[in-house]
């Protein structure tokens, strides 16, 4: 299961890939047969007609990494419908969920063997709703968007051979974004917990402040830009590529420059360790060590202080994340998609329905064992999210998120590792003082405009 904010994406790669294989969407070919991808399908899959049937017939579920720690829960929800529409039968298989998940998920569907249902990201959703390998749910059932947040659906959309926006994906389960920070730290740098910064510019002030405060004896975050990039820009409001996604367009926004000002005179102030401008390692370890006053920005990373780190945990406030000029918080949800080249597609549309709804969610989201938020209107009214009884910090994360929820988008900025790469080692170059911003930021979009030109 993941649920984090990531910032980089294998969806380039994959595009390409499926682009090359010439593979689209049509309602009939050369001897008059439906296809979907470079696969034969049932006419009604495809095409802009309603989808109709039986709900009858065996179908294959896939997930991704959830049979180990909820199998029971999964086994239930799959009886449930099995009971509930006699003659249908759900074959449950769970996909590991490495690195190479993409890869054989593109190899599935050029297969023409993808799973009927299956747990995908915005990665592998973006890559075969343009090849045409997906079910378009918003067309096949118009009251599909009906259980799901609005803002949540609106932005659920993927384009398809002909850059034209289609619904998909249901969205499923998510994450949420959120400050998590020692309060300790914050009151000793005259900064008051209960006050979250609004602007993304404002929380490096914030920084700042701890920077003058520690001295050396402890860090606000870490450095690598990594975690940031394009995620602060995304919520900034800063287009880091064009509309059509071709070329790099941060650079034509003045506040990319003043953000990597500040990334680097945070740097030289002493804000974050020398030593983790290249690192991997995220703040989770080193706040729960004592060593920086922000964690993650993921809901789940608070339980995981709580457990490993009691005394830290003691002083863990949760404020909400910058809005800045986007104006609401983004989620980077899990989907539940359904093949165009089932077999038995209104089953599988049926059972795709059947997992995703409010009471489905809910029941999920409250389990003990995990840390997510449903996106369904009704799940997250469900008092077990807005009447947090606690003034622990776990407690009041999951208010937080599940009513910043309410209004969130699942826009992202998807850019492959290469381009991502090439933009973080010109900021990098800028916070060691080798570069100016101005030039950090002209010379990050010059490369990465290569690397976009070279993808076609």
């Not at 602007?199 to 975690?227: C, H, Q, R, V």
């Not at 780190?309 to 949800?333: E, N, R």
């Not at 077990?384 to 009041?396: E, Y």
Request: hydrophobic share 35%; net charge positive.
């Amino acid at each position: 299961m993941r649920a984090r904010r990531l910032t980089g994406s294998m969806a380039w790669l994959v595009v390409v890939t499926l682009t090359a294989a010439g593979c689209g969407l049509s309602g009939g070919s050369d001897d008059g047969g439906a296809t979907a991808g470079g696969c034969k399908v049932d006419e009604g899959n495809v095409g802009s007609g309603k989808l109709t049937g039986d709900v009858e017939g065996k179908i294959t579920f896939q997930t991704t990494n959830l049979k180990k720690d909820f199998g029971g829960f999964f086994n239930g929800v799959i009886k449930d419908f099995e009971k509930a529409n006699p003659g249908t039968s759900v074959k449950w298989i769970d996909d590991p969920g490495d690195s190479t998940f993409t890869q054989r998920t593109v190899a599935d569907a050029q297969g023409c063997t993808m799973p009927d249902v299956i747990n995908i990201d915005a990665p592998t959703a973006t890559a075969l709703t343009k090849a045409g390998y997906l079910l378009n749910v918003g067309v096949k059932d118009p009251d599909a968007a009906k259980p799901f947040v609005p803002a949540f659906w609106k932005s659920s959309t993927y384009k398809d051979a002909s850059g034209k926006a289609a619904h998909t994906v249901l969205p499923w389960y998510t994450g949420g974004v959120l400050l998590t920070y020692n309060t300790d730290m914050l009151k000793k740098a005259g900064i008051d917990p209960a006050k979250p910064p609004k602007t993304m510019f404002g929380l490096f002030a914030d920084y700042e402040k701890i920077a003058k405060s520690a001295k050396g004896k402890y860090f606000a975050t870490m450095a690598n830009p990594i975690w940031r990039i394009p995620a602060d820009w995304d919520q900034m409001d800063i287009r880091t590529l064009s509309a059509d996604g071709k070329s790099a367009v941060f650079a034509d926004d003045p506040r990319t420059t003043q953000w990597v000002a500040w990334m680097a005179r945070l740097y030289k102030e002493g804000a974050m360790p020398k030593d983790s401008l290249s690192s991997s390692n995220d703040p989770s370890t080193p706040y729960s060590q004592g060593q920086v006053a922000y964690g993650s920005t993921n809901p789940s990373f608070v339980r995981f202080v709580k457990q490993n780190s009691p005394s830290v945990y003691a002083k863990t406030g949760v404020g909400q994340q910058p809005f800045d000029a986007l104006g609401h918080t983004t989620a980077a949800p899990q989907y539940i998609s359904v093949a165009a080249t089932s077999k038995h597609a209104p089953t599988a549309l049926a059972f795709a329905k059947f997992l995703t709804n409010a009471e489905n969610q809910t029941a999920w989201c409250k389990d003990p064992n995990v840390v997510i938020f449903p996106t369904t209107t009704t799940s997250l009214d469900d008092p077990f999210f807005q009447n947090a009884t606690g003034s622990d910090p776990f407690s009041q994360a999951r208010k937080l998120v599940a009513e910043q929820l309410k209004t969130t988008t699942a826009y992202q900025t998807n850019v492959s590792p290469a381009v991502q790469k090439a933009i973080v080692s010109q900021v990098q170059l800028a916070m060691q003082g080798k570069k100016s911003p101005e030039q950090a930021v002209k010379d990050a979009q010059e490369k990465a405009n290569e690397l976009l030109k070279q993808a076609g």
